[in-house]
């Protein structure tokens, strides 16, 4: 299976800030990684899909980059709905895996 | 309006079983894969199972497989999620989610919708 994993666990940032979330895979997932947001008692909402694509209706201070195992979401300007937790997800080969999540809190 | 309605969730004693329906409505239901994911109050996203349009393609994370299974009815736009043997670990809500496309065979595949959740409570 593959693994994923988050950096950092968590980050505490201003409005405005830039915030950049990485993800690493256990092996070569090429761009068949998603990020996604959740914000408590809610489901989660996609954001970022095949790596860098933007899924409609998300603001394009959201963006992603990378391939193979490393790869980054970043957040230009952190905005007060933007608190959250943020989660990769591979799917290039199931079992599909999510990373542990960054949660993403006020400094 | 894309709408996921899960249900079915409980408390229900280890061993015993649960079935989880997800009612979909506002798109082709039958041309979609479907997904379960996971998520233990407070914790991360698990991903549980997954079927293909047609169910000719089924996937299921290594912590259910053998004791859970996923099924689908196009004409009822319907999906399901059987749960046997169940366990103190499979405490969790539950979230049906729609993937875009058919299958994810050779495809980026992704989740655009998600319900609500159902929560499900495994205790004596």
């Known amino acids: 299976d593959i693994q994923m994993t988050q950096s950092p666990s968590s980050l505490s940032a201003s409005v405005g800030d830039r915030v950049t979330i990485t993800c690493r895979a256990s092996?070569?997932?090429?761009?068949?990684l998603n990020w996604y947001q959740q914000k408590k008692g809610n489901a989660p909402k996609l954001l970022i899909y095949g790596a860098s694509s933007l899924q409609r209706g998300v603001p394009s201070r959201f963006s992603g980059s990378g391939s193979g195992t490393d790869l980054t979401l970043t957040i230009s300007s952190l905005q007060p709905e933007d608190f959250a937790t943020y989660y990769c997800q591979q799917s290039y080969a199931t079992p599909f895996t999510f990373g542990p999540g960054t949660k993403v809190d006020v400094k | 309006e894309v709408q996921l309605v899960e249900s079915g969730g409980g408390l229900v004693q280890p061993g015993r079983s649960l079935r989880l329906s997800c009612a979909a409505s506002?798109?082709?239901?039958?041309?979609?894969?479907m997904h379960w994911v996971r998520q233990v109050p407070g914790k991360g996203l698990e991903w549980v199972s997954g079927i293909s349009w047609n169910s000719g393609s089924i996937g299921y994370a290594d912590s259910v497989k053998g004791r859970f299974t996923i099924s689908r009815d196009n004409v009822k736009n319907s999906l399901f999620l059987e749960m046997n043997s169940l366990r103190a670990e499979d405490t969790a809500l539950y979230f049906c989610?729609?993937?875009?496309?058919?299958?994810?065979?050779?495809?980026?595949?992704?989740?655009?919708?998600w319900g609500q959740g159902t929560l499900v409570t495994v205790s004596s």
């Open positions: 092996q070569s997932i090429s761009n068949y």
């Open positions: 989610a729609k993937q875009i496309g058919d299958t994810w065979v050779g495809r980026i595949s992704y989740f655009d919708f």
């Open positions: 506002g798109f082709s239901f039958g041309a979609f894969a």
